[in-house]
């Protein structure tokens, strides 16, 4: 059987589209700086209430600086910031 240039190509294609679907991939970390006390803290979110919609406050006083506006209520919601 001879295939014409359009299914070579075809072939082609579609064994060097699933290697590459087998290659592994590269870790969700890779370029994102480790925290360490140089360089990170937490930042305290406040929200209105469970679903966490409403931002109604914050609170931060670490190497980021200090931060604190609104009010303070039970939903909060924490997060390590690179600075």
Same mark, same amino acid.
């Given at each position: ?13 579609? &064994? ?18 480790? @925290? ?5 803290? =937490? ?7 469970? =679903?966490?919609?409403?931002? &109604? ?5 670490? &190497? @980021?600086?200090?931060? #604190?506006?609104?009010?303070? =209520? #039970? ?9």
């Amino acid at each position: 059987m001879k295939l014409g240039t359009r299914s070579r190509i075809a072939i082609a294609a579609a &064994v060097l589209s699933g290697g590459a679907l087998l290659a592994p991939a590269a870790p969700a970390t890779a370029g994102i700086t480790p @925290c360490n006390p140089d360089n990170c803290d =937490t930042l305290i979110e406040y929200y209105s209430d469970a =679903t966490r919609t409403v931002l &109604v406050g914050e609170y931060g006083s670490e &190497v @980021c600086g200090y931060v #604190q506006w609104g009010e303070e =209520t #039970q939903y909060v919601r924490s997060i390590r910031r690179i600075c």
